[in-house]
Structures are given as structure tokens and as C-alpha cells.
């Protein structure tokens, strides 16, 4: 006889997953017509973050869940976990388009907003001096390695990687430095380079850009046919008469279907074989709160803390 608490879980979780699984079909009958792209990528990405911040303790940072989410249950681990090389050739080439403007006088930084904050660390911790000709030095040979090494504009060889894993960028950047009359800094650039290619990983390339752009913003840049078009995700390549070719990573409907569906299936198998489920899980599996308490995860249950009361005269 089946263990009726597994039956319960069972229905549960069915109920739970029901409004998924009614986006997955939404999605795909759009997609197949090729209608409203934007609206597919908010859905998409909306889902993929909601699964994600529900399979969490409360006061997890967004960015911080759907990351993980995806790394453990998407299936593409060694893809989530690498960095966009095209995307990090570009940071650089903005910046060294910027650079005037971030370097007015030696020895002073010029912060425009928070998105120049990874490539004022490099300058701060790359131990140069801070000047124009050094900074720009800097970010001329990083440029030169990245190109040199892996796919980063039209027309290279299709051989050379367009993603690798951070550790091995890392690497591939100090090594080549070492052959540079920069040499003398690469024993920092390990650490005044985190900031920056923690950036460029394709999972926080996908929260960033797609995810808080799509839901917070007015709209995302899509090439629709591609978005519609591709299945896996590609690297569009553009122009710009300021800093040149590049490539940036994109993500077609195809690819966050895919990834979607597949994080439905292998963590509710998940949930399946542990046999617990998180608060936020459980409050929407049953109808009843306090029943089936024995399938809730406890350790997901904020601590709590002390109140303090303002009483008035």
C-alpha cells in the first residue's frame, strides 16, 4: 500500500506546480506563433526567479537564489557557473572608451554609477599607478589576451571558447600577463579581477540584465527573430563606432523554456525523495496550513528575533 503521506506530497506539489506548468504551455504556443517576445521573456524569467526564491529561507537575496537555483537544478551547471567572455571583452571596451572621464587627473576616480564599480576595483587593487596612461595600458592587454585566447567578435574562429569557467579565465589573464611588461602586477590581479568576472557569469548576466531589465524596466533590447528562432543561448554580435565589434550573450525563449521545465522536473523530484518541502512550498500545497506538517522544512523557518514595543501615553 502507498504511504499515504507520500500520496499527500504527491498532490501537493501537483497543485503547487500547476501554475507553471499553465506558463510552460502559454509560452510555447507564443513561441510556435513568434508573438510578443517580451512578454514570453518576462514570463520566463518571472518564473524562474519565483520557483527560485520559494525553494529559499526568507531574507535570501534574489540574485543569490536564482543563481543557485539554476546551477543546481537546470542542468547546465558547467554553462551557468562560466563567465561570458564577449561580455567581459565589452565591459573592458567601454571602459577604456570611458576613460577620460573616470581618470580626469591622476590619482582621482571619477564614479558615473554603480556599473563602473568592478573596473574602479581592478584599478584600486591592480597596484598601478592611477593615471591614464597606466589605466589604459591595463585595459589595452586585458583586451589583447581576451581576444587573443577566446571567442569574443564576429568573424573569429568558432573553435575558441565563448565561456569559461572563472577559475580558468583567471588563469588564462595572469599567465598571459606575466609575458607583459605588466608582470609585475600579476601576483594582484586575482583579487582586483573578482569583482569584474564575477560580473560577466552567465547565470547574474541573465538575472541583470534579463530578469531585473525585463520585470523593473520598460523593456529589454531583442533581436526577436533570434529570440524566437535560436534554441540554445548565442552571442549576437554588434557594433558600436565608439569601442568597436563585440559580442554579447543572449538567451532565447527556447533555451528559458527549456530551462524552466527542467527545473520543475528535477526539483520537484527533489522534493519527492526528501520528503520535505519549504514554507513557502507547503502554505501553497494545502489547502490547510497546519496539515501535513510532518512534509515541512523546518530548517527553512526563519529564526525570528525580538520585538520591540513602542507603547504610547
Known amino acids: 500500500m502507498n504511504d499515504p503521506t507520500d500520496a499527500s506530497l504527491s498532490r501537493g506539489l501537483d497543485r503547487y506546480f500547476a ?19 517580451m512578454e514570453v521573456l518576462i514570463l520566463l524569467c518571472a518564473r524562474i526567479d519565483a520557483l527560485a526564491s520559494d525553494a529559499v529561507m526568507e531574507g535570501t537575496p534574489s540574485r543569490q537564489a536564482f543563481e543557485c537555483f539554476l546551477c543546481g537544478y537546470g542542468h547546465r551547471k558547467d554553462l551557468f557557473e562560466s563567465v561570458s567572455i564577449g561580455d567581459l571583452y565589452w565591459e573592458l571596451g567601454y571602459h577604456r572608451w ?26 584600486e587593487d591592480a597596484g598601478l599607478p592611477l593615471t591614464l596612461p597606466d589605466c589604459a595600458r591595463l585595459l589595452d592587454s586585458l583586451m589583447r589576451i581576451l581576444e587573443h585566447r577566446f ?3 564576429p568573424r573569429q574562429r568558432h573553435s575558441k571558447d565563448r ?12 599567465s598571459a600577463i606575466r609575458t607583459t611588461r605588466l608582470r609585475s602586477i600579476a601576483n594582484n590581479l586575482s583579487r582586483a579581477l573578482e569583482p569584474l568576472i564575477d560580473s560577466k557569469r552567465v547565470t547574474t548576466l541573465l538575472y541583470r540584465r534579463f530578469r531585473c531589465e525585463a520585470i523593473h524596466g520598460a523593456a529589454v533590447r531583442l533581436d526577436e527573430d533570434q529570440f524566437f528562432s535560436q534554441k540554445d543561448v548565442f552571442w549576437e554580435p554588434l557594433y558600436s563606432e565608439y569601442y568597436g565589434a ?66 504610547g501615553r
Open 19 to 37: 501554475p507553471f506548468e499553465s506558463t510552460l504551455r502559454l509560452v510555447s504556443d507564443l513561441t510556435r506563433r513568434r508573438e510578443h517576445a
Open 98 to 123: 570611458q576613460l577620460q572621464g573616470t581618470i580626469t587627473q591622476a590619482g582621482r576616480l571619477h564614479r558615473f554609477s554603480g556599473v563602473d564599480d568592478p573596473v574602479i576595483h581592478l584599478f
Open 246 to 311: 563585440f559580442e554579447l550573450i543572449a538567451f532565447p525563449a527556447r533555451f528559458l523554456s527549456t530551462c524552466l521545465k527542467t527545473c520543475v522536473d528535477s526539483y520537484r523530484s527533489h522534493l519527492l525523495k526528501k520528503r520535505k518541502i519549504p514554507p513557502a512550498i507547503h502554505f501553497h500545497a494545502f489547502d490547510d496550513i497546519f496539515s501535513n506538517l510532518q512534509l515541512l522544512d523546518q530548517t527553512l523557518l526563519p529564526e525570528g528575533g525580538k520585538v520591540r514595543l513602542k507603547i
Open 163 to 174: 565561456y569559461a569557467h572563472p577559475k580558468r579565465l583567471e588563469e588564462e589573464i595572469i
Open 151 to 153: 571567442h569574443v567578435r
